[in-house]
């Protein structure tokens, strides 16, 4: 067995969190040989309904969960801990963008990033799934200085999933067979989900189909409003895809992404691509060892250029706006 994982979650007792932790909890995280010790953080009122929870994470008897310890104090729940899922953090519901949610949701950011600065482990890794995810890692980090900015990382692999699902669908192909997807800019409908150096098998998705006018028409507003889509047609936003996507994420970044593949990751721009440095962006990332890297000398073409100015141009006004409202350290 190899050492413990400390690994907190905020959000613990949400809609995610209920399918997030079973998951943790069975190895589908760290993998089958690293046993867990999980660190709930809840708001005050939903710690009933979060020792609810517990007790049926206990009713699991997961061999590979070794503790579990909830609390409503940041700083007592990420004492130590080596991994963080936020999630925790208000959904949006029908007719809002996920930019509206960054006054309310932006406090519970900036709280967070101090914690962890304070308590979290040296080698901790953050991923953000509560929205505005892009948005919410720049204001942690910018409140965590102790920690290296390139730790805290916002989950745009639930787009990365779904491009590769929609593009499967098209082309009639199995999941299995696509490779290289690419979500570029943030988590909102004005991301980019790049085909053109996608592969299916070993051949490249954009020759393969038919008509290109498909990627403006369909794939990129499908992919873009999925998560709008399900708030609509389940009254509340996704919770097991997200979770799921949120698992491969930090799963992908401990272990490694696959041979010959990479993986979308919202991670602090070192200006590559021309994005603007520090600001929260989604990248293609190859993991190995513990460590991400943005996959470098891409050419970019003049439809994905504009995309993807389009969509960091977003991020950027998303920096200014949480400027404006003291969130950022
Ligand atoms: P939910 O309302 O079911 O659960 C959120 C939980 O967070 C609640 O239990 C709430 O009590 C808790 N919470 C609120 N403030 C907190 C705080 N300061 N500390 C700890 N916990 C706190 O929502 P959900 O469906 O689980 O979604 C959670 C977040 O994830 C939302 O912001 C949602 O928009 C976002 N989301 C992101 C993606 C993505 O791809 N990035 C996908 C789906 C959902
Ligand atoms: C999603 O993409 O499903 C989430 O970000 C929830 C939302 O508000 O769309």
């Known amino acids: 067995m190899n050492t413990p994982v400390k690994v907190a979650v905020t959000g613990a007792a949400g ?10 909890a069975s190895g589908q995280l ?3 040989q690293t046993p867990i010790q999980l660190r709930l953080l809840e708001i005050t009122p939903a710690l009933a309904a979060l020792e609810g929870v517990v007790m049926e994470l206990q009713d699991g008897a997961y061999p590979l969960l070794d503790s579990i310890e909830i609390g409503d104090q940041a700083e007592r729940v990420f004492d130590g801990v080596n991994a963080a899922l936020l999630v925790g953090a208000r959904p949006r519901g029908p007719g809002m963008e996920r930019r509206d949610l960054l006054e309310a949701n932006g406090a519970i950011f900036s709280v967070q990033g101090k914690a962890l600065n304070a308590v979290a482990a040296d080698d901790v890794k953050i991923v953000v799934t509560g929205n505005p995810a892009n948005t919410n890692a720049l204001i942690a980090l ?10 805290f990382t916002a989950l745009t692999r639930l787009d990365h999933n ?4 929609q593009l499967a669908a098209k082309l009639d192909a199995p999941v299995r067979e696509i490779s290289r997807m690419t979500i570029w800019g943030n988590h909102s409908a004005s991301q980019y989900p790049d085909i053109f150096h996608a592969r299916v098998g070993l051949e490249n998705a954009a020759e393969l189909v038919d008509d290109l006018t498909w990627l403006e028409t369909d794939f990129i507003p ?6 709008a889509a399900i708030i609509a047609a389940r ?3 996704s919770a097991a895809s997200a979770a799921s ?3 491969d994420h930090l799963h992908d970044w401990a272990l ?6 990479w993986v979308s990751m919202a991670v602090p721009s070192d200006g590559s691509y021309g994005v603007p440095q520090g600001l929260v962006s989604s990248f293609p990332c190859i993991c190995r060892a513990g460590e991400y890297e943005i996959v470098q000398g891409l050419e970019i073409n003049d439809f994905s250029r504009s995309r993807i100015e389009a969509s960091v141009a977003e991020l950027a006004e998303e920096q200014r706006a949480v400027r404006a409202l003291g969130f950022l350290g």
Not at 142 to 151: F, G, L, M, V
Not at 222 to 227: P, S
């Open 235 to 237: 009254g509340s936003s």
């Open 162 to 165: 779904r491009a590769i699902a």
């Open 30 to 32: 760290f993998g089958p």
């Open 222 to 227: 499908t992919v873009a409003n999925r998560g």
């Open 142 to 151: 910018s409140n965590a200085p102790d920690i290296p900015a390139e730790r």
């Open 245 to 247: 996507a949120t698992i």
């Open 15 to 24: 809609q995610i969190g209920y399918s997030l932790l079973f998951r943790i």
């Open 256 to 261: 490694g992404s696959a041979a010959d593949d």
